[in-house]
């Protein structure tokens, strides 16, 4: 086919309107002097300037939002040591107005300043304080080793049951009319007849009074010293002072360990010479101090004398 137009070359050939994957990266020359790429700046706004600082806030503020920074032991300290300052001021403000008006030294008028005497030592001897008078001993003749009760005059009352002393432990015939138990301190148990006076109408328990002995007798006769105790102790307790006293009884117990003295009393009342029956005994009760048992009837009550023969029968530790 003959060429058309005027052309010194062939036909053009195909070109592909995009690169094939496998087409080789296309070098691109840049000319040495523009290598370097500058970017434009923008325009600047004016010298730097710091951000503005957050408002202040005021200290009560700033406490309060420290508050959860601060430990709370602390915290407790700062709280404490606030009080204790509170309460000094407190204790200086409530207590200043006791302070004396005047200066120190100074006295109310109308009042006259007296020194105070000095002591000195007096040549003499020192004056020594009177001694606390103590009770007269009370004097009794010599207790018999061993001595049968005798049956006393009068008529006995009728024994209605047992009396059981649960704080001496002890044992003994409750009497019948007239007797009465009634309460009669310092005893923890009382049987007794008409009004309290002395001498009294009564049978009684109880420990025995004062301290107790150094050691426990082993025996039935180690307690016989022992009651004659506790006959001093009625006498200068439970009788007319001065009384003076007769032996009428003098054995151990019949039962168990322990000792019973009966003894009629003398005394004078209104002028009167009169006496009573009286029975003391001391009974071991598994204690260092032994439990006492009481009685006494005075002349009055003499056909009740009977009564005292029943009780040294009938009184035993539990």
């Known amino acids: 086919m003959a060429d058309l137009g005027d052309h010194n070359h062939g036909p053009e050939p195909y070109k592909p309107t995009q690169d094939a994957p496998t087409t080789p990266f296309q070098r691109v020359e840049v000319p040495p002097g523009e290598q370097t790429i500058r970017v434009p700046r923008p325009q600047s706004a004016g010298p730097f300037r710091p951000p503005p600082a957050p408002p202040r806030r005021g200290l009560i503020a700033r406490l309060v939002t420290g508050i959860g920074d601060v430990p709370i ?3 407790y300290l700062v709280g404490a040591v606030v009080v204790t300052v509170l309460a000094v001021v407190l204790v ?17 008028p109308g009042r006259k300043l007296v020194p105070v005497p000095s002591v000195t030592p007096s040549a003499g001897p020192t004056p020594t304080p009177a001694p606390t008078p103590t009770p007269t001993p009370i004097a009794l003749p010599p207790v018999p080793e061993r001595m049968a009760f005798k049956t006393l ?17 002890i044992s003994y015939p409750r009497l019948g009319k007239p007797w009465k138990a009634k309460s009669f301190p310092p005893f923890s148990i009382a049987q007794r007849i008409g009004k309290v006076a002395i001498p009294h109408t009564m ?17 039935s006769d180690g307690y016989r010293d022992i009651a004659v105790s506790a006959v001093r102790w009625s006498l200068r307790t439970q009788h007319p002072a001065g009384s003076t006293i007769t032996w009428t009884g003098s054995q151990k117990m019949p039962v168990g360990k322990g000792w019973m003295l009966g003894y009629q009393v003398r005394y004078t009342v209104g002028g009167k010479p009169q006496t009573s029956q009286a029975l003391a005994v001391v009974i071991e009760i598994g204690r260092t101090k032994p439990a006492m048992l009481l009685a006494s009837i005075p002349e009055s009550g003499k056909s009740h004398w009977r009564d005292i023969n029943t009780l040294v029968k ?3 530790p539990v």
């Not at 009068?154 to 049951?161: E, H, L, N």
């Not at 049978?203 to 007798?217: H, I, N, Q, Y």
């Open 73 to 75: 032991k602390l915290a």
């Open 92 to 108: 200086f403000v409530m207590f200043s107005g006791d302070q004396p008006d005047g200066p120190a030294g100074e006295v109310e």
């Open 153 to 169: 005059p009068g008529k006995a009352s009728k024994v209605s049951g047992r009396i059981l002393d649960k704080r001496t432990t």
């Open 203 to 219: 049978v009684v328990s109880a420990m025995l009074p004062g301290d107790a002995p150094a050691e426990k007798p082993k025996t």
């Open 314 to 316: 009938g009184v035993r």
